[in-house]
C-alpha cells in the first residue's frame, strides 16, 4: 500500500524566511499530489494541487514541486509571517477502483511555527 | 465559493447511543463524499466513500454496521455511528467533490468532535 512521509513532525522558523516541507512516497506514483492547511480543531483546507507531469506550481507565497523520479513533493512558503503557523498536510490522489473515484491519501502533516 | 458544512460541531454522547453527523455541500453539487476520521496527532484516515444514490464503500477495518452513511442527495450525506463506545471518540470530517471529470480539489467541513462517555 501506498505510504506517505512528511519528514518533519514539526518546525520552526523565524518570520520572513521561507519555510520548506517534504512530502515522499513510496510505491507508485500519484496522479495528483495536493497539499492542505490544517488548523487545530478545524478541517484541512485546500491549498495547492500539482499533477504528475507538472515540475512546480505556485500560488502567489507558495511554491510547490513535484519530482516522480525522487517520489518526492517540497512545500515553500516565502516572506513566512506568524499567520501561517499551522499544520500542513501532504496528500495523494490515486484512483480507488472499488469505489469508482479518486481518493486522497493523507500524510501525518508537518506542524509549522512561524516565530515573531 | 465550495463550501462544505458539518453539524453538529460538537456532541458528547453516553456510551451506547447512536449519534448522527450531517455533511453539507452549500453552494455546489458533489457525486462524491468522503468521511474521515482523525485521531490526535494523527493523519486523517478515510473511513468510506460514498457516491449519491448508492451504497458507501467502506475501507478495510471500518465496521459498515456500526458507522452508517447515507448519500441521499447531491448536497447531503449523514454518518450515524451506532452504539457508540469511548473508543468511538474522535474527530471526524467529511469532504465533498464537485461534479465532473475527476479529479477536483476537495472541500473539507470544519469537522465534528465526538466525545463518548
Known amino acids: 500500500s501506498q505510504k506517505i512521509e512528511q519528514n518533519s513532525e514539526a518546525l520552526n522558523i523565524q518570520e520572513g524566511k521561507t519555510a520548506t516541507l517534504t512530502c515522499n512516497y513510496t510505491?507508485?506514483?500519484?496522479?495528483?499530489l495536493q497539499w492542505y492547511r490544517q488548523d487545530p480543531g478545524r478541517g484541512p483546507v485546500f491549498l495547492l494541487l500539482i499533477r504528475e507531469n507538472e515540475k512546480e506550481k505556485r500560488k502567489e507565497r507558495l511554491k510547490v514541486t513535484f519530482d516522480t523520479t525522487l517520489k518526492q513533493s517540497l512545500f515553500h512558503i516565502t516572506a513566512s509571517q506568524p499567520a501561517d503557523s499551522a499544520t500542513y498536510l501532504c496528500a495523494l490522489d490515486m484512483i480507488n477502483s472499488g469505489a469508482g473515484s479518486y481518493q486522497l491519501t493523507f500524510g501525518k502533516g508537518t506542524k509549522l511555527s512561524v516565530i515573531p | 465559493g465550495a463550501v462544505v458544512s458539518q453539524h453538529p460541531s460538537w456532541v458528547i454522547c453516553k456510551s451506547g447511543t447512536s449519534v448522527k453527523i450531517e455533511c453539507r455541500s452549500l453552494d455546489f453539487q458533489a457525486t462524491t463524499m468522503f468521511w474521515y476520521r482523525q485521531f490526535p496527532k494523527q493523519s486523517l484516515m478515510l473511513m468510506a466513500t460514498?457516491?449519491?444514490?448508492?451504497?458507501?464503500?467502506?475501507e478495510q477495518g471500518v465496521e459498515k454496521d456500526k458507522f452508517l452513511i447515507n448519500h441521499a442527495s447531491l448536497t447531503l450525506s449523514t454518518l450515524t455511528v451506532t452504539s457508540a463506545h469511548p473508543e468511538d471518540s474522535s474527530f471526524y470530517i467529511c469532504s465533498a467533490k464537485q461534479l465532473g471529470p475527476a479529479p477536483y480539489e476537495q472541500y473539507f467541513g470544519p469537522g465534528t468532535r465526538l466525545t463518548v462517555t
Open positions: 510505491n507508485y506514483s500519484p496522479a495528483y
Open positions: 460514498s457516491n449519491e444514490g448508492s451504497k458507501a464503500t467502506y
